[in-house]
């Protein structure tokens, strides 16, 4: 089993490149398909589209930013709490912990070179059901989802391991 420091450098530090790569891979040949068609949606099933959707705010397009001035912020926070989670990922103390953080901090940079590049976010899966149609997302959006189940699952780990207290 390796520790922790050399597991950040052979499992995390991987993990982040994987995710943020193949977030931006996956946009790219999905933008370039797209592209090339004219109807911009693609129905794979009769829950899944794949579409074209530009956010230009924060998670489910809230927090709106179509000026300049707004991506500015949005990359400056960003920037941010990628810079946080990176020194939390540094100050992990188990692995599941360690994997979550960098699942949400790939995530996280895969959406900011979007914003960066865009000055919005490339979404394109589309979920629905009975003519309703959830928020459309990204691989990245999947992968920070992903990240912080395993942090909570983690945080419960971590409480149902420690001793029970008795009160008499």
């Known amino acids: 089993m390796l520790p922790l420091k050399s597991f950040l ?8 490149i994987f995710t943020a790569g193949s977030d931006r891979l996956s946009k790219a040949y999905v933008f370039d398909y797209l592209r090339s068609i004219p109807h ?3 129905e794979i099933t009769s829950f899944f589209n794949i579409t074209q959707i ?3 705010g924060v998670s489910f397009g809230l927090f709106k930013a179509d000026s300049f001035k707004g991506v500015l912020l949005l990359l400056f926070v960003a920037s941010l709490i990628v810079g946080f989670l990176s020194y939390m990922l540094i100050k992990s103390q188990t692995k599941i912990e360690a994997i979550g953080l960098a699942c949400i901090i790939g995530g996280a940079l895969g959406n900011l070179f979007d914003r960066l590049y865009y000055g919005a976010v490339y979404d394109f899966l589309d979920l629905h059901l009975m003519g309703i149609h959830f928020w459309t997302f990204n691989p990245a959006d ?3 989802t992903i990240g912080a189940i395993l942090l909570l699952s983690d945080q419960f ?6 001793p029970k207290s008795t009160h008499q």
């Open 9 to 16: 450098l052979k499992v995390a530090l991987p993990l982040i």
């Open 40 to 42: 911009k949606t693609i």
């Open 54 to 56: 530009w956010n230009f």
């Open 142 to 144: 999947a992968y920070i």
């Open 157 to 162: 780990l971590i409480a149902y391991k420690r």
